[in-house]
T-cell receptor
Framework: GAVVSQHPSRVICKSGTSVKIECRSL??????MFWYRQFPKKSLMLMAT?????????EQGVEKDKFLINHASLTLSTLTVTSAHPEDSSFYIC????????????FGNGTRLTVT | SQKIEQNSEALNIQEGKTATLTCNYT??????LQWYRQDPGRGPVFLLL?????KEKRKERLKVTFDTTLKQSLFHITASQPADSATYLC????????????FGAGTRLFVKA
């Protein structure tokens, strides 16, 4: 089955630094990937849609300059949290579809970001 | 506003019983609805997808129903096992805007041996 790999699984950084999270589709090509954020015991919140070869589409209320997304190839999307602050601490998860637009999402195992 | 509601209280059941989880939505007209399983510290895993013209769908011990009039989906796990303990998420396509998938907050299921 389709596998999405996300790295790192955990990261601790100091306030003011930037952190890059990678999301790879291992056995399929993904022209579109989705980045979610999840707070404890809360729903996954869609942050942005990452489009291969073009700009990402951000959901309302998500700062595009804060959360930089790059989708440089059909198998790799990256999310960079810039100038991180403690309130950015969260669980970030990427996902992609293997098939058409109405097919299910395959998720990575998430990245636990802690900003001290 | 658009909402997806799942019972926020945890569901505790005895092994062997049927677990039934509810998903209600408002201000959506989804073409399909999905259920995912999420274990602590992991990404969600897809379980079942049911389309608007389907009333019921089954996969092994899982059954999903979809009532577009009531705007509700029920998710059943029959002969539940402790390994079924997890959080179960209901998800809908956002419709306009590129088939984005929006999730409910999930219901935590505990199956006791």
């Amino acid at each position: 089955g389709a596998v999405v790999s996300q790295h790192p699984s955990r990261v601790i950084c100091k306030s003011g630094t930037s952190v890059k999270i990678e999301c790879r589709s291992l056995d399929f090509q993904a022209t579109t990937m989705f980045w979610y954020r999840q707070f404890p015991k809360k729903s996954l919140m869609l942050m942005a849609t990452s489009n291969e070869g073009s700009k990402a589409t951000y959901e309302q209320g998500v700062e595009k300059d804060k959360f930089l997304i790059n989708h440089a190839s059909l198998t790799l999307s990256t999310l960079t949290v810039t100038s991180a602050h403690p309130e950015d601490s969260s669980f970030y998860i990427c996902s992609a579809r293997e098939g058409p637009q109405d097919s299910p999402l395959h998720f990575g195992n998430g990245t636990r970001l802690t900003v001290t | 506003s658009q909402k997806i509601e799942q019972n926020s209280e945890a569901l505790n059941i005895q092994e062997g019983k049927t677990a039934t989880l509810t998903c209600n939505y408002t201000n959506y007209s989804p073409a399909y609805l999905q259920w995912y399983r999420q274990d602590p510290g992991r990404g969600p895993v897809f379980l079942l997808l049911i389309r608007e013209n389907e009333k019921e769908k089954r996969k092994e011990r899982l059954k999903v129903t979809f009532d577009t009039t009531l705007k509700q989906s029920l998710f059943h796990i029959t002969a539940s096992q402790p390994a079924d303990s997890a959080t179960y998420l209901c998800a809908l396509d956002k419709g306009t805007g590129g088939f984005k998938t929006i999730f409910g907050a999930g219901t935590r299921l505990f199956v006791k041996a």
